[in-house]
């Protein structure tokens, strides 16, 4: 089995910087990737980025390409989702997302989200 955990979501003020962690634990799937994803109330959850366990690759969605960067400790188990320039729009709960293997159906793990707020 596999736990995720996020941490790092807060409250702040447009054109603050967060920074969201998810540690992995259990196994581990070194062909596999992360995605943060987030939902907003009363919408539906998207994509935010993606990042391979083994090559780094990164995937990002418009709404985050050039404010938002994904990277990885695989010593740590640990994916982060920097974030910066942050607006009102980017208020929801960030989950992470553990997929067995990269670039392939379903994610498979889920974490339990990091509220994000951001006030104009």
């Known amino acids: 089995q596999v736990q995720l955990v996020e941490s790092g979501g807060g409250m702040v003020q447009t054109g603050d910087s967060l920074r969201l962690s998810c540690a992995a634990s259990?196994?581990?799937?070194?062909?596999?990737?992360v995605g943060w994803f987030r939902q907003a109330a009363g919408k539906d959850r998207e994509f935010v980025a993606r990042?391979?366990?083994?090559?780094?690759?990164?995937r990002y969605a418009d709404s985050a390409k050039g404010r938002f960067t994904i990277s990885r400790d695989n010593a740590k188990n640990t994916v982060y989702l920097q974030m910066n320039s942050l607006k009102p729009e980017d208020t929801a709960i960030y989950y992470c997302?553990?997929?067995?293997?990269?670039?392939?159906?379903?994610?498979?793990?889920w974490g339990q989200g990091t509220q994000v707020t951001v006030s104009s």
């Open positions: 997302a553990l997929r067995i293997t990269a670039g392939t159906g379903q994610y498979n793990y």
């Open positions: 259990g196994r581990t799937f070194r062909n596999g990737d």
């Open positions: 990042i391979t366990w083994s090559s780094s690759s990164t």
